[in-house]
């Protein structure tokens, strides 16, 4: 990506954006476009990325069972370490970010090179509206899980599309040992406020299903949607045909009932 340029995905009407590049005008003209358009995706900064690939990573542990509140720098990240064993590993693994307000946040899962202290870059969630809190999330189940990315806000248009942005997770669990994750803070300007929780999916064995046949029945309708766009498209085109000949057809018999009303009314005895 050129600096300052904003590449818009043809499909998905996504912007891509590195913030790092990005002058006082750009970024305020991409964190307007965010406010009133649609979220913008960002590339992960430069220096996050080499921080991480030099080692130079300060991580944090977070116990299962505990949440850390905190404050990161825009382009910045804190991270942390997450330590299970085989039966938690087993149970399932869920780790959490939340904030408040519009702040936004990525959270990264990194894995550490065996050869060095270097890690490297395995997945990572942008926050998202969810119940009108910022959150994003990693659910490592068993069985593949799936993300949600954001669409374009314009109906119809926006509905068919709006299970586009489902696509499955890259890791869907782990071994025992310890896992890395960070915070990223991806407000245009100001730190972002956050809270990481980690938890054993233990309790959750009930939500753990739910979620795996919600998440199956939304695959199936994404298809259906897709037959139905068709379906909905050819009766609109036919809608707007007949629309767009009721004024005319209702000019042309106002018309004849005119001619018809002016013959009419010429009955009558002339005055000699």
Same mark, same amino acid.
């Given at each position: 990506?050129? #600096?300052?340029?904003? $590449? ?15 002058? !006082?005008?750009? #970024? ?11 979220? @913008?995706?960002? @590339? ?17 542990? =977070? ?12 382009? *910045? ?20 970010? #939340? ?5 936004? /946040? ?7 090179? !065996?050869?060095? !202290? $270097? ?10 509206? @969810?119940?009108?809190?910022?959150? $994003?999330?990693?659910?490592? =189940? ?14 119809? !248009?926006?509905? /068919? ?7 499955? *997770? ?25 809270? @990481?929780?980690?938890? *054993? ?33 050819? $009766? =609109? ?18 018309? =004849? ?10 009955? #009558?005895?002339?005055?000699?």
């Amino acid at each position: 990506m050129k #600096t300052d340029d904003m $590449a818009i995905d043809a499909e998905r009407k996504d912007i891509e954006v590195d913030l790092s590049k990005l002058g !006082a005008v750009h #970024t305020m003209f991409a964190a307007l476009f965010c406010k009133l358009v649609a979220p @913008i995706k960002t @590339i992960i900064s430069r220096n996050v990325l080499e921080e991480t690939q030099d080692g130079n990573a300060a991580v944090r542990p =977070l116990p299962l069972g505990t949440s850390v509140s905190g404050k990161v720098k825009k382009q *910045c990240a804190h991270y942390f370490g997450v330590t299970i064993n085989e039966q938690q590993a087993k149970l399932g693994i869920v780790v959490r970010v #939340t904030s408040f307000g519009r702040n936004r /946040f990525k959270l990264l899962y990194l894995e550490q090179d !065996a050869n060095n !202290a $270097a890690y490297h870059l395995v997945s990572q969630e942008d926050s998202k509206m @969810i119940c009108n809190v910022p959150s $994003a999330g990693m659910y490592f =189940l068993h069985f593949q899980v799936y993300r949600m990315d954001s669409t374009l806000n314009a109906a119809p !248009a926006a509905f /068919f599309k709006s299970l586009e942005g489902v696509h499955p *997770c890259e890791v869907s669990q782990l071994k025992a040992g310890t896992h890395i994750f960070a915070v990223y803070g991806d407000n245009f300007y100001k730190k972002t406020p956050y809270k @990481i929780e980690a938890l *054993c999916a233990e309790s959750s064995n009930d939500k753990a299903h739910r979620l795996r046949e919600v998440e199956a029945q939304i695959l199936k309708k994404r298809d259906e949607l897709h037959e139905f766009e068709t379906q909905f498209r050819e $009766a =609109l085109a036919d809608f707007q045909e007949v629309t767009n000949r009721y004024p005319l057809e209702k000019q042309s018999v106002d018309e =004849l009932l005119k001619q018809r009303d002016n013959i009419y009314s010429s009955y #009558t005895v002339r005055n000699n």
